[in-house]
Each structure stands twice: as structure tokens, then as C-alpha cells.
């Protein structure tokens, strides 16, 4: 078992190192500069990785900076469905397994191999057609994890229809502004899902939202709970009955590298949800090297991703990338609790997963309920685990990786967002030693730049904005219906730049560590302070399983920090404890970092992709009222209620 080594870092075992594309750092240092220094070879390579039905682009990447636009193998045309499917039926694996489906209640799993898979999509694509959905359509997709989801954006892949999915957690008024907002004709929804032993209603929330004028005129349902649900004629059809009558073959449209290839919308700083969208080939050629490189996928693994499609995560990692890479990928319907909290490790177990992705929230989850849930099932068959969505704290690292990966997985940290399409700083598996809590290095033909907000370059150790220099293939090209609010958000605040939204810093060895959301940094005495860092001190405490930290006015300090903690099963808030949490702080980080005050709660408020919403603890915090928030996004808004109750 590899543990740390004295600079705190680990290194790669020498068995993971034959499993490795990459490794050596000098090796990793090599492509990067090519990517950088001859970004167009660079990439005409790696479209090798891409089956192409011309690669007629004039120019690989062609860059208008002042209009905030940008092409990539324009004139270049390819099929993303055909990438994910066809191209490896025809390739021998027309009898493997593509997608492993694993329903809420354990034993009840589906496995499409690709040919059966590629013959429902075939299928599925036929139904949008006879429902009038042509090229460039929008198809809005509000479906929870079942395959037919995986065969509706597929589907829409092949005849060159974007689509838009909608999260199925979203109330009726999110669907509504989606689907108005990307002008949805065709809807593809269900009856009802399920979630923890739970059934939840899906169709009723549609009818609902089809009671308002909207651009729907066909709804598509599939039947998966079998519950009464009222269908109106000539609007509503079944899926099945559908597919039943559809014709077995469809071509694949031949699209553009620089088509629409999908729309998904993501929250920013700002109310309304903004619809983020990408382009066929850079997206498609971004997903399919990252998905191999940073989690060095070998043909035959079971790669299991837990994130929901509704989330980009999802469409990238769960779908396009391993299926674009010819992998077999796990889609999970359910919860890690149910029905007990051995859930994850016991499908990992069944199914022998080799590659498995999750977020530092489901592994906080995994660490409060005890390392004997993980120990009651076999996991060896792990080779690398993955964590995505927040920073993940090192204590959280450590116990992923000594439980969970019994010190032989390494741990693929990759930061990346919505807008970034795929991976764009990460540690890579096999090419040197990892730090726990750092994203480490960019991944191919990223330019990290991190700068302070007067734009210049913020110096070493120091934190700052996390910025990019040049657009790179999978970069999001325009908010749906929207350039100027693209332009103003990723490209102007940094001209030349793309902004990420996120502080960032920079250690001597040049590895990246990421602070979070910019808006997450608190002011005490004129000292900059991440709340990520106070947070992973509170964390690294016995008794804390969560913490989120915001800051409240204060009249010397200008800012205090106000520390919002779940505690693990068999602690108790009591005075001593929240002390003693200060004292933690104070040692951990700094009499700087001081909490002024600490609150324990039983939840704190979170989206439902799992990131708490520190906006809405800042506001419950500082006692200003919080009734006035959108309290919609959050997975049970009867948190808030709790919190101020339970305010000090
Ligand atoms: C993939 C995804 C994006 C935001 C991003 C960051 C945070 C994501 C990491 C991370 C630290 C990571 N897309 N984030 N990954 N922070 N380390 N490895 O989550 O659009 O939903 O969110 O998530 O703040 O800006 S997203």
C-alpha cells in the first residue's frame, strides 16, 4: 500500500504505473508543450481519436477576440452518436456491455450492449422524426437517471437535434423557463422516478407546467413507475407504443464540427439560469482524451460515474466520454443510502467497477456514516477514483483514498465546469505524485493564468482569479440566445481571458490549487481569507462531518467569519465543542481566521448537484432576510427554516 511520503504527497504505485498512458512528468510535459507551443498539430492528432466523415477544416482554430468568438475544425464534419455507438459495433464490440443500468432497488439492473443500444437510439431518432424534430430543433429532455434517457440525447445526437435536459429534481417553474428559453417543440419526460425507496411524480409536474402557454407540442412519456397518469390525446404519446412502431434504421445526420450540439443550463451569480452551449466536434473530441487520460480508461473497464445527466458532468462523463472512448458505463438511478449506506460500495462490488467518479459531498456523506460500510464489500477491483464539483478537502482525500482506495487508487481531482465542457486542471493519474486537495496541473492546451483583480499576475502562493489564456476545443461558445451576457461574463472582466468565476492559487512547485467560487472570499482586518480554508480546518476536526463558512459584517474587522458545521453521528453541539472548534480554526489556519461565531446545524442548504449555497448561509447569517432568495434550487428549502432558527 503506498502511503504519504514526507513532503505530504503519494505516489503512484509501481502496478498503476503499468496501467498508465502517461507516465512521467517528462512525458506529460512534452504533449503540454506541443499543445501549447503547436496547438495546430497538436490537435490535428488528437482528432485522430474522433472518426471524421471529412476533415475539411481550412483553419484547426480561428479566433475573432473582440466579438468573443471562436471556431474549432470548422468545416469538419462528424456524428457524435456515431462516435459513441456505431463506430464500435463496427468495431467488434457489438456484444459488450455499453451501459450497465442499476435501479433504485438493488437487483433490478439492465445491461445494453452497444448493438442493442445503438438499435434503440436508431429507434428513438425515427420517433422525434415523425414528431417534426429536424436538424437544429430543441429537444428538452426531464427525465431521471433510466437508460431511456441515455437513448433520447443520443437519439437527438444522431439527427443533429439539440438537446436541452432539465434536471429531474427541477420544479415545474425551472422546466418552464428552460423549455421556453430554448424553444422546445418535442418533450421527453416519464410517468415517475424513483429515489430512495421513494416514488415521485414527474408527468403531474409537466401537466403542470403545460397548463401555462409553452412551445410544446408533442410530449413524449415513458411508463417506468406504471402510475396513473393523465395523457392528453394528440399531445402526449407513450414511448413504447412509439418505439413499436418506429423504423429500425436511421442514418446519422453529418454536422458540422461547429454545429449546436447541446444546450444546459447552469446557475450563475444571478437569477436567471443561463443556457450554456457547445458545439459537436471540440466538445466531443474534449470529453473523449480527458475521459482517457485522466482517469486512464483501458478498453474492457466499467466506468461508473455518479452524477446525474442532468448536470454537465453527466452528459460528459456518465455518456459522451466513455461511450466515445467504446467503455462500459454505469448509470445509477438511486442514492447512496438506500437501502443502506453500503449502497455505492455494493454496486462496485456486483459490478467489478474499475473507474469510479463521484463529489467530495457524497464522499463526506460516505465518511460520516463509517468505514465499515465501505470494509463490508469488496472493492478491489478500483483502479482510480475520481472527484469532481468542489475542492476537496485533504482529510476527505485521505479517507478516499486509504478507505475507499485502500492506498492503491490513485485520485483524479479534476476541475472543471459546465462552461469548460471537460476536464481542465487535473492531477494526472500515473505522472507524479499527487497532493491531497490539489487540482494540480492543466490538462493539454489549457494556459492557467491566475491574476489579481487589477489584472496583473498574482505571485506565487498568493490567491487570485482563476483565468485561461485562449479558447481551447470543448469551451462553451455562447449562452443560448445570449452573446452578450458570454461576452461579459467569461470575456471581458480579463480581456483575453477566459474567466472562470473561480480563486485560484499557485505553490512553488507551479501546482494549482483551487479556493473556490470568488464570491466565497472573506475580508477579515483587510486579510483575504478562502472560506475553503477555514472550512477544510473545521472539516479535519472528529466531530465535523460539513462545514461552510461565510462572512458577516463586522464594524472593526469589516468582515467576520460566521461558520455554519454538521456534525458526524454520536456528537452533540455543546459549548465546549463549538470552543473547541475556534481553537481548531485558530490553530489550523491562524488567530486571523478566528470564527466569530460557529453554529451547528443538522443540514446545511444544498442544489441539488450537491454544492452548498453559501449565498443563502451568508444572508441567514448576517440576519438579513433570507425569505426574499430563490429558494427553489435547493434540494429541501426547509433547511432554511432550521438555520434561523438555529442562528447565534
Ligand atoms: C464539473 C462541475 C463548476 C464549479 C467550478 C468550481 C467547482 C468543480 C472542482 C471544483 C474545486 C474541483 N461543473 N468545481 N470541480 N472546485 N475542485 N475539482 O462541477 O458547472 O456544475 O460547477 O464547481 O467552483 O467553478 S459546474
Redesign the pocket.
Known amino acids: 500500500m503506498a502511503s504519504e511520503n514526507a513532503d505530504g504527497t503519494y505516489s503512484p504505485s509501481e502496478e498503476y504505473r503499468k496501467r498508465t498512458y502517461i507516465d512521467s512528468y517528462a512525458k506529460y510535459e512534452e504533449m503540454y508543450r506541443k499543445s501549447i507551443e503547436e496547438p495546430e498539430e497538436f490537435w490535428t492528432e488528437q482528432a485522430e481519436n474522433l472518426d471524421w466523415y471529412s476533415k475539411g477544416w481550412k483553419k484547426v482554430f480561428d479566433w475573432n477576440k473582440k466579438a468573443s468568438t471562436f471556431t474549432w475544425f470548422k468545416g469538419g464534419k462528424l456524428n457524435a452518436c456515431y462516435n459513441c455507438l456505431d463506430r464500435h459495433v463496427e468495431g467488434g464490440l457489438k456484444n459488450t456491455a455499453a451501459l450497465i443500468f442499476e435501479a433504485d432497488e438493488p437487483g433490478n439492473s439492465r445491461v445494453y450492449t452497444y448493438g442493442l443500444l445503438l438499435s434503440e437510439v436508431e429507434k428513438f431518432a425515427n420517433v422525434l422524426k415523425s414528431k417534426g424534430v429536424k436538424k437544429g430543433d430543441r429537444v428538452a429532455v426531464y427525465l431521471p437517471m433510466i437508460p431511456e434517457l441515455a437513448i433520447t440525447v443520443l437519439a437527438c445526437a444522431r439527427i443533429g437535434a439539440v438537446h436541452s435536459v432539465v434536471f429531474s429534481g427541477f420544479s415545474t417553474d425551472s422546466l418552464f423557463n428552460r423549455v421556453q428559453d430554448s424553444d422546445s417543440k418535442v418533450l421527453v419526460t416519464c410517468d415517475g422516478s424513483y429515489r430512495g425507496g421513494k416514488t415521485l411524480d414527474m408527468k403531474g409536474k409537466v401537466n403542470e407546467m403545460l397548463e401555462r402557454e409553452t412551445s410544446v407540442d408533442s410530449v413524449i412519456v415513458v411508463k417506468h413507475t406504471g402510475k396513473d397518469v393523465v395523457m392528453e390525446d394528440g399531445r402526449d404519446f407513450w414511448w413504447h407504443e412509439e418505439m413499436s412502431k418506429a423504423d429500425l434504421k436511421c442514418p446519422c445526420e453529418q454536422m458540422d464540427a461547429e454545429d449546436p450540439f447541446f444546450i444546459l443550463y447552469?446557475s450563475g451569480s444571478t437569477g436567471k439560469p443561463k443556457g450554456v452551449l457547445h458545439t459537436v466536434g471540440g466538445y466531443m473530441l474534449g470529453v473523449t482524451i480527458t475521459f482517457k487520460y485522466a482517469f486512464d480508461y483501458r478498453p474492457g473497464e466499467t466506468h461508473w460515474c455518479t452524477a446525474d445527466l442532468g448536470?454537465?458532468?453527466g452528459h460528459s462523463y456518465v455518456l459522451y466520454g466513455p461511450l466515445s472512448n467504446g467503455a462500459t458505463t454505469l448509470m445509477f438511478e438511486g442514492v447512496p443510502n438506500y437501502p443502506d449506506n453500503g449502497r455505492f460500495w455494493e454496486i462496485v462490488e456486483n459490478w467489478k467497477v474499475d473507474i469510479f467518479y463521484t463529489a467530495p459531498t457524497a464522499i463526506r456523506m460516505m465518511r460520516k456514516s463509517g468505514d465499515e460500510w465501505v470494509r463490508k464489500h469488496d472493492v478491489s477491483s478500483l483502479k482510480v477514483l475520481g472527484?469532481?464539483?468542489?475542492?476537496?478537502d485533504s482529510s476527505v482525500w485521505k479517507w478516499y483514498y486509504e478507505v475507499v482506495g485502500n492506498g492503491r487508487c490513485p485520485i483524479a481531482?479534476?476541475?472543471?465546469?459546465?462552461?469548460t465542457g471537460s476536464h481542465i486542471i487535473l492531477p494526472l493519474p500515473g505522472a507524479w505524485n499527487q497532493k491531497p486537495g490539489s487540482?494540480m496541473k492543466p490538462f493539454f492546451g489549457i494556459e492557467p493564468v491566475i491574476l489579481n483583480e487589477d489584472k496583473t499576475p498574482t505571485p506565487v502562493g498568493q490567491d487570485g482569479r482563476l483565468c485561461i489564456k485562449k479558447p481551447w476545443p470543448s469551451c462553451a461558445r455562447t449562452l443560448w440566445g445570449d452573446h452578450e451576457k458570454y461576452k461579459e461574463t467569461y470575456w471581458n472582466p480579463y480581456p483575453g481571458y477566459y474567466f472562470?468565476?473561480?480563486g485560484a492559487r499557485q505553490d512553488s512547485d507551479g501546482d494549482i490549487w483551487?479556493t473556490?467560487?470568488v464570491d466565497d472570499v472573506i475580508s477579515v482586518a483587510g486579510h483575504r481569507i478562502g472560506a475553503a480554508e477555514v472550512e477544510a480546518a473545521l472539516i479535519a476536526h472528529p466531530a465535523v462531518s460539513e462545514a461552510a463558512v461565510v462572512p458577516i459584517p463586522d464594524e472593526m474587522k469589516g468582515e467576520a467569519i460566521y461558520g455554519f458545521v454538521t456534525l458526524k453521528n454520536g456528537f452533540e453541539d455543546s459549548e465546549e465543542l463549538r470552543n473547541d472548534l475556534v481553537k481548531q480554526v485558530r490553530n489550523e489556519v491562524g488567530p486571523i481566521a478566528t470564527p466569530k461565531t460557529i453554529q451547528i446545524a443538522e443540514e446545511l442548504p444544498k442544489t441539488r448537484?450537491g454544492?452548498i449555497v453559501r449565498r443563502m448561509l451568508r444572508k441567514i447569517a448576517s440576519g438579513s432576510d433570507f425569505r426574499s432568495m430563490d429558494a427553489s434550487t435547493l434540494v429541501d428549502p426547509g433547511v432554511l427554516d432550521d438555520l434561523v432558527k438555529g442562528r447565534r
Request: hydrophobic residues 25%.
Open positions: 447552469t448536470w454537465i458532468t472527484s469532481v464539483g468542489e475542492p476537496i481531482d479534476t476541475y472543471w465546469q459546465t462552461e487540482a472562470s468565476g473561480d483551487i473556490g467560487r448537484s454544492k
